[in-house]
């Protein structure tokens, strides 16, 4: 019988899943993903840098859907024994009887602990704001009474959801949004939360509130199970030994051994239709055909590169070009210590403080996050008894100033903003490596609002499947992506036409609740 083509576009998470479940699920189809960079796993990917390992991001391996859950387990097992630094500190967590051991195997997925908090005042909160004394403390007697006030005021006073602004407001009442919110989410996006959508907070931000906040203390205190976890609120996560690009390498080994075929630094630029189907993608000397297309590229990029026998009209090209995106810069440091001390009861290597994230509530300073990855996994880095090392992260716009830095200038730039709150001594700074990646987060604002009618557009090409963050336009986790290309196979194997459910899969609040009842 013969085989049916698929061409993917985009080795992330949501192409190599497609091609992965493709090839296991049936062997009707001959499968190709082409990726534009060198790199595996899109902005998963794991970047190798001498004896070090970069997270791109941070990137939790925690889902609501069990299909996603089954899948990491499959391509990745669970640890069976403790992982070296919980060993040397005496921590525990779960481990799966029979599992591979961190110390002796690769092909492991760790867990670990999430522990994430903000940096605000010199003094650490909990991330989400948790109602504990240490909170009320840091914040001093003025500030923590204004906010109550301005809490209840919220709750009496409800605001029109018409933007991000408000949609915080109205669940953290003015001046813990004023606090927590506003100046970080303008470094963030480069524009001011009244400026931007509130679909971003009901995408990223979804169920929690002040009152999702009190219910989980109170069922804590009381030992009380809750089905449904906020994503913001979990306390475990699964995370590969080397990274994210560990695993994401992994899949597409195993896509290869099914038959699948990767080609690699391949972008492209043009994309064929007639009539309702593509009829071919192609880069600059290489043309390629198929029966199905899914692509997780950008939509900017897919609908410049579009032609064919009916005109794409100039109001379509206007949304695709108008979608904006945040790019992303990220250096990362080694370091004998930090400079913050553990004041927790928390054990690690070295003493160092516990967080896998920190957020940098300063207005002094660009820099948005930093990552202690030792704490993601202790085998990112060479020897995590003895040294650190961190991620400081940034937004920025293609061609602006940040953009533009040399990676000398910007080291510069980023560690002298380290020393200025107090997190590390620049002098101390053993090594450094500054990674640029291009619209890393597609924003909610100037055309977006209109972005259904290119979803519209897209969606009569029978044989194409938009899939992904960029694929999609949406600001979502990895497991968002992955869920796109299910529903995506399931579309191509059933021969539906339809693609509503694919598009449905970040915008449902409810949609990984109601797929696995």
């Known amino acids: 019988m013969k085989k049916k083509k698929v061409i993917i576009i985009g080795a992330g998470p949501a192409g190599l899943t497609a091609g992965y479940q493709l090839l296991k699920e049936s062997n009707e189809y001959d499968v190709t993903v ?34 996603v859950m089954t899948f990491w387990n499959e391509i990745m097992p669970v640890e069976g024994e403790i992982p070296y630094d919980y060993k040397e500190t005496g921590r525990t967590t779960k481990i799966m009887e029979g599992g591979p051991k961190p110390d ?5 997925m760790l867990i670990r602990n999430r522990i994430s908090r903000i940096f605000y005042l010199n003094h650490f909160f909990d991330y989400p704001i948790s109602l504990k004394w240490q909170t009320f403390k840091n914040m001093g ?40 919110f506003e100046n970080y989410t303008e470094k963030l996006w ?43 609120l979990i306390e475990e996560y699964y995370y590969p030994k080397y990274g994210p690009g560990h695993f994401w390498e992994t899949v597409a080994k195993k896509t290869e051994e099914m038959g699948g075929k990767i080609i690699m630094k391949t972008p492209i630029t043009n994309i064929k239709f007639k009539d309702n189907k593509i009829v071919s993608v192609s880069s600059k000397d290489q043309v390629f055909t198929a029966d199905y297309y899914i692509s997780s590229m950008p939509i900017k990029d897919l609908i410049n590169g579009m032609s064919g026998n009916k005109e794409i009209s100039s109001d379509i090209k206007r949304i695709a070009n108008g979608l904006p995106y945040r790019d992303f810069i990220t250096i990362g440091c080694l370091i004998p210590k930090l400079k913050i001390k553990n004041e927790t009861k928390i054990k690690t290597l070295g003493n160092i403080v516990p967080d896998c994230w920190i957020y940098v509530q300063d ?40 953009w533009n830095m040399s990676a000398k200038e910007f080291s510069e730039f980023a560690l002298e903003e380290l020393e200025t709150i107090g997190i590390i001594d620049k002098k101390s ?28 557009y897209l969606n009569q090409f029978d ?3 938009c899939i992904g963050r960029n694929g ?15 529903e995506t196979v399931r579309n191509i194997r059933n021969n539906v036409k339809k693609k509503d459910n694919i598009w449905e899969v970040n915008t449902e609040k409810e949609y990984h609740e109601e797929k696995s009842k």
Not at 192 to 220: C, F, Y
Not at 439 to 453: G, L, M, R, V
Not at 474 to 486: G, I, L, V
């Open 34 to 67: 082409i990726e534009a960079s060198s790199d595996i796993g899109g902005i998963s990917k794991t970047v190798k840098y001498k004896d070090y390992r970069m997270d791109i991001g941070g990137h939790r391996f925690f889902s609501k859907s069990d299909e």
């Open 104 to 108: 002796q195997e690769d092909n492991v």
């Open 141 to 180: 007697l003025f500030r923590t009474i204004s906010s109550v006030f301005s809490y209840i005021k919220s709750r009496i006073f409800k605001k029109k959801e018409d933007s991000l602004e408000n949609f915080y407001i109205n669940r953290f009442g003015k001046k813990l949004y004023s606090m927590f």
């Open 190 to 232: 480069g524009r001011h939360p009244k400026e931007i959508s509130a679909d971003w907070g009901s995408q990223r931000v979804k169920g929690l509130s002040i009152t999702t906040i009190l219910k989980n203390m109170l069922m804590k205190i009381f030992h009380i199970k809750k089905k449904n976890v906020e994503t913001s």
């Open 363 to 402: 207005t002094r300073v660009k820099l948005l996050r930093l990552q202690i990855f030792n704490n993601w996994s202790p085998y990112l880095l060479k020897n995590p008894k003895k040294e650190v090392w961190i991620g400081a992260e940034y937004t920025c716009q293609e061609g602006d100033k940040l």
């Open 429 to 456: 700074v053993k090594d450094y490596h500054v990674e640029k990646i291009k619209k890393a987060y597609p924003s909610y604002f100037d055309t977006y609002y209109e972005i259904d009618k290119v979803i519209n």
């Open 463 to 465: 044989n194409l499947y």
């Open 472 to 486: 999609q336009h949406r600001y979502n986790n990895m497991d968002h992506s992955m869920m796109t290309a299910f």
